[in-house]
């Protein structure tokens, strides 16, 4: 019992077994049954309903012109805004704003007919690994409740583990979609920096993120990636360069590539079980006609400080909107001053506060030589050695992150929080495609293969996830006690 | 001596100490939109917050897109004012709280603006001064607000009003090249002038499109370092600069004669009390932490662009005046006075182009048109005359066929009515009476009504022969030759 992917759930829609309406009906039960896990902050039903019967219409019309994603159910991330829902970011701060307009990657979703069905929850503001950061309580990873999903976008990734939902939305600055969808068992996919639009989506540091899908193929993420791909012109950081036909490149296989595997990314510190897996995943790949190549990041170890500078300095600046004067939590005091830090002071979590302030740090008078700019030359250093590993490969292949899912409460330690994202972050830093796929069980947790890409090389990557997951089963594994939701045999 | 430098005037201070004056000007650029958004940065007079949208909001989730119009008005500004225009540029985060400022910080330029080193020079009391520009950069405008009290932390209630945040905003950084208020104000009123010349700023003070912050320090004549500056604010005229900048002075003055040392701060200028009082406002340390903005991508001016926008730069004031001195024998005063205002030179050149002698021309404008433009707050553009009535007015008088209290008249009655001069000299009769006979025949009856003064004349009092002139002026109901009746009176009296 698998549940139906994008792509068999488009085919029903089209034969006319099933309904947009009878979907969403379906997916709103499948996540109200597994909402012990906590993956859902709110469902969007009048939206889903307008949308659903909106798909109906469009598949009448024409089923041929209808794209894949008509009729299909999803879910996204409490930091995309939608005219008319709440969006919080998982945040006190936020509760109850409501926005007046819809972001693009998600208006291009909504005209090629897929239908929202719930928002997700996810750390605050972003900022996490576990989802624990989120103001409206942790999210149950479906493999074993008492683990955490992975974060930030671990709603999004759970609701998929399950079976709930085809496709969900999630945003990775450092690894926010890749490493929970590795926790999850999914696939989840981080697009080149500017080929998604960012307008819309709740900053968190404007240079790293990146909206992307998490699905349970990648056939399914490359046909999210396409509806949502392409230059904006309210996001002046997305390419103008033409999104390259993903469907056709994806299928070509990998015999004849040539796999970079980055030293640095084997190193100590990832679990035996992971390393088992991993170096089974690149002994396929190589079977399937790729070639491996050992490469080297000297950089790496220089990453997640520089991250840990970026990231606050830009979060200190994209959060200081939330200042309790035009939206969101307004604390009443008598001075302005006060007013400020009462409402920053109750509606911001611990790990915001804690980003905001090293932000802040980093950026002040007579430390900004010492840490921002020497951050962003160490990121600069990051992207050039990428560039020249891609010189020589077609794709980097690697873990996802060094661990499997962890139980709830277990990293309480800010730093060990920080270490899950070593593997994921550096992609972000140099603004690379990159994606996690299913490639085995430790200790009875998925473990997820990384695959980096070139900028712009986003087909790339998602032919090399999609060679490796026909070769293999793992993808179709599913939490063993999760019902699944819009399953049908497969 | 502290009891008497206590009390010291403003030229006693300027005598031991030299003022060092910088200028800070920003004016909004007339562009139709915002500088990241679509709205119209036509805000003046939209009822509150509705000039918005989630952009200039600073709502969550959105993303600038910059105003090319914006930027080329920055370049053209700056190549006015002789500056470099660098092929790279960038936007950087300047970061504060305050309630007129939505997203908590603006986007301003930093350490790579649009423009840099660029000078003006002008003269004040015949001596020419040049003041360095350090940088014309850009950057977003805030919002207003309006509460009881000075200063916002101490008012009972605020309210917001963000329809003019997100205007462009260019801001003109000068050298602490200015040594007196004089200089300081001719400054800002060359600026001015060129801002509005080429079209990218309306130069209004009192709206505050156009404003000026003003860095003032003190230091001995001869030195070459430079004191504790103060910066002073709120000043929405030129008067307000130049008076709050003598009030700096000497109230710095006086303080270092006493030996005291001055305060780096923030200072206001408050016009009711002709003092600039000590300002607590935004935050206690400025700390901008500014970084480069990452929504927007560096900038990259082609030499292209920059040479197209050269090229499409119009004659700059002191050009102009100099080619109207060159072409049409103008002295320099009235070439000044003639070019302060684009308009004015343009109606200048159209009159003389229409016939009109040069210095009639520049009479005319300057003297009674300019007068009715100031009372009627109507520019002789947009006048019901216009420029070709004034023409034809004008041409009226330098052929003799009306005098000039009669054109004056005329002026006055038409200038906002308009009609052809011609036209109602015919209709109303009021051509100048040019007839020989008649005009001796009024004399002599003149002559022969006014004893009194004729005697008087005749005994050397040479203003009794005004009355005379006078007496015959009215019996022609001021249509006679003023010069003519003169002559005739004289030519009659000598015999």
Redesign the interface.
């Known amino acids: 019992m698998s549940p139906e992917t994008v792509g068999g759930l488009g085919a029903r829609l089209r034969r006319g077994e099933t309904t947009p309406a009878e979907l969403a009906a379906q997916a709103r039960g499948a996540l109200q049954s597994i909402e012990d896990l906590h993956p859902v902050l709110r469902y969007t039903d009048a939206l889903t309903e307008r949308q659903a019967g909106r798909a109906a219409r469009m598949l009448a019309e024409s089923p041929e012109r209808a794209g894949p994603l008509c009729g299909i159910p999803f879910a996204y991330k409490d930091v995309l805004c939608v005219e008319g829902v709440e969006t919080s970011a998982g945040s006190r701060i936020l509760e109850g704003f409501i926005p007046p307009y819809t972001g693009t990657a998600i208006q291009r979703l909504l005209d090629a007919g897929a239908v929202p069905i719930a928002v997700t929850n996810c750390d605050e503001f972003a900022m996490g690994s576990s989802n624990e950061n989120s103001a409206f309580g942790p999210v149950g990873n479906p493999w074993d409740p008492s683990r955490v999903p992975g974060g930030s976008s671990g709603g999004s990734a759970a609701v998929v583990s399950a079976g709930a939902v085809p496709f969900s939305l999630g945003t990775d600055t450092g690894g926010s979609i890749r490493q929970p969808a590795s926790f999850c068992g999914v696939a989840g996919f981080k697009p080149t920096y500017g080929r998604v639009s960012r307008y819309g989506l709740i900053a968190f540091a404007s240079s790293l993120d990146q909206i992307g899908p998490f699905t349970r193929s990648v056939e399914d993420a490359a046909h999210v990636f396409t509806a949502m791909a392409g230059h904006d012109p309210r996001d002046s950081t997305t390419s103008p360069l033409p999104v390259e036909p993903v469907a056709t490149q994806v299928a070509r296989g990998v015999a004849g590539m040539r796999l970079g595997v980055p030293r640095e990314y084997m190193a100590e510190g990832l679990e035996p079980g992971v390393r088992a897996a991993v170096l089974a995943a690149l002994a396929e790949l190589e079977k399937l006609g790729a070639t491996l190549v050992e490469v080297s990041l000297p950089s790496t170890e220089a990453a997640l400080s520089t991250y840990y500078i970026i990231a606050p300095a830009e979060c200190s600046a994209n959060l200081a909107r939330m200042d309790g004067v035009r939206f969101g939590l307004h604390v009443d005091r008598k001075s302005l001053t006060d007013t400020y830090l009462e409402t920053r002071g109750q509606g911001f979590g611990p790990e915001v506060k804690r980003r905001i302030m090293l932000g802040t740090y980093a950026l002040s008078s007579g430390y900004y030589d010492a840490y921002y700019r020497q951050a962003q030359k160490v990121r600069t250093l990051i992207a050039e050695e990428f560039d020249r590993a891609f010189e020589s490969v077609d794709a980097l292949v690697c873990p996802t992150s060094p661990i499997v899912a962890f139980p709830k409460g277990d990293k309480s330690d800010p730093l060990s929080m920080y270490l899950c994202d070593v593997l994921t972050i550096p992609v972000n830093l140099a603004g690379l495609p990159g994606i996690s796929i299913p490639c085995g069980l430790s200790q009875g947790l998925p473990v997820g293969l990384q695959v980096i890409g070139p900028r712009l090389g986003d087909a790339q990557v998602l032919r090399v996830a999609h060679a490796y997951e026909a070769a293999t089963a793992w993808h179709a594994q599913m939490p063993p006690s999760s019902p699944t939701a819009t399953g049908t045999p497969s | 001596m502290t009891s008497t430098s206590a009390v010291s005037t403003l030229d006693q201070v300027m005598e031991r100490w030299e003022p060092v004056i910088g200028l800070e000007v920003h004016g909004q650029l007339l562009t139709r939109s915002k500088m990241f958004c679509g709205c119209s940065a036509d805000y003046i007079g939209s009822p509150p917050n509705s000039n918005t949208c989630?952009v200039c909001?600073?709502?969550?989730?959105?993303?600038?897109?910059?105003n090319r119009v914006a930027v080329e008005y920055t370049v053209r500004s700056a190549l006015a004012l002789n500056c470099e225009i660098p092929e790279h540029s960038k936007f950087d985060?300047k970061?504060y709280?305050y309630?007129d400022l939505?997203?908590?910080?603006q986007i301003s330029q930093w350490d790579m603006p649009l423009s840099l080193n660029g000078h003006l020079t002008f003269t004040v009391d015949g001596e020419e001064v040049r003041c360095g520009i350090t940088r014309v950069h850009l950057e977003e405008d805030t919002g207003t607000l309006q509460h009881a009290g000075d200063i916002?932390?101490q008012a009972r209630s605020?309210v917001?009003d963000l329809n003019r945040a997100g205007v462009p905003l260019m801001e003109i950084v000068g050298e602490p090249d200015l040594r007196t208020p004089a200089q300081a104000r001719e400054y800002l009123v060359r600026l001015r002038q060129i801002l509005v010349y080429i079209g990218v700023n309306d130069g209004n003070l009192e709206q505050g499109s156009f404003r000026c912050d003003a860095n003032i320090s003190l230091r001995k004549h001869g030195d070459t370092g430079l004191g504790v500056k103060v910066e002073v604010k709120n000043m929405n005229s030129f008067r307000a600069v130049h008076r709050a900048l003598e009030f700096e002075i000497v109230r710095q003055g006086r303080l270092l004669d006493q030996g005291q040392t001055i305060a780096q701060e923030t200072r206001g200028w408050v016009e009711a009390k002709g003092a600039t009082i000590s300002q607590r406002s935004k935050e206690y340390a400025h700390?901008y932490?500014?970084?480069p903005e990452?929504?927007?991508?560096p900038l990259r001016l082609s030499a292209e662009f920059v040479d197209r926008v050269r090229a499409g730069l119009p004659e700059l004031p002191q050009q102009l005046a100099e080619r109207l001195q060159r072409e049409h024998g103008l002295s320099a005063y009235d070439a000044a006075n003639l070019t302060a205002e684009r308009e004015d030179a343009r109606a200048f050149e159209a009159l003389v182009a229409a016939g009109v002698p040069a210095k009639a021309a520049a009479n005319w404008l300057m003297g009674e048109v300019a007068r009715l433009a100031r009372e009627t707050h109507t520019p002789l553009q947009g006048s019901g005359l216009g420029l070709e009535g004034l023409a034809s007015l004008v041409k009226l008088v330098e052929a003799g066929s009306i005098n000039g209290s009669t054109a004056k008249e005329l002026l006055e009655e038409l200038y906002l009515a308009g009609g052809d001069p011609a036209a109602v000299v015919r209709e109303r009769g009021l051509g100048q009476v040019s007839d020989q006979a008649e005009l001796e025949r009024l004399v002599d009856a003149v002559i022969a009504e006014n004893p009194a003064a004729v005697a008087d004349f005749q005994g050397g009092k040479e203003q009794a022969l005004q009355r005379l002139v006078g007496g015959v002026m009215k019996a022609t109901s001021g249509r006679a030759d003023a010069r003519v009746v003169t002559g005739l009176l004289r030519e009659r009296l000598a015999r």
């Open positions: 989630p909001l600073g709502l969550p989730g959105v993303l600038p897109v910059m985060r970061n709280f309630p939505p997203k908590g910080y916002l932390q605020s917001v700390d932490r500014y970084f990452p929504d927007l991508p």
